[in-house]
């Protein structure tokens, strides 16, 4: 039986919802990235990037290829990268109207 969109929906965004995943596919948005890069800009252990990047690879967010010792990681498809400006847009968007709301009541507070 085919799992239901919605149910493959909240799957991606249950493996979008970690820290390091998020900062990996941030990375890999300016390209592929072998790594030993990833591991120098994450402070993050190696065993437990490597935990993070099979996840990535499973759900097939992220391809992996090996270039001699070197495994490369890159984003699977643009629509990852574009998935993460939408993102920091709705984000954008939210902490604006908190912002609104903050400033509104503080006003409200000098009363």
């Known amino acids: ?59 097939g967010i992220v391809t992996a290829t090996r270039e001699g010792s070197t495994v490369v990681y890159a984003l699977s498809s643009a629509d990852v990268a574009g998935l993460l400006r939408a993102a920091r847009r709705i984000l954008t968007d939210v902490l604006a109207e908190q912002g609104e709301l903050l400033a509104e009541l503080r006003g409200a507070e000098a009363k």
């Open 1 to 59: 039986m085919p799992v239901p969109l919605y149910q493959a929906k909240a799957e991606l965004f249950r493996t979008l919802g970690h820290p390091v995943r998020i900062r990996v596919l941030e990375l890999l948005q300016d390209g592929p990235l072998p790594v030993r890069d990833l591991l120098a800009t994450i402070d993050i252990e190696a065993s437990s990037l490597s935990q993070q990047l099979a996840v990535l690879r499973r759900t």
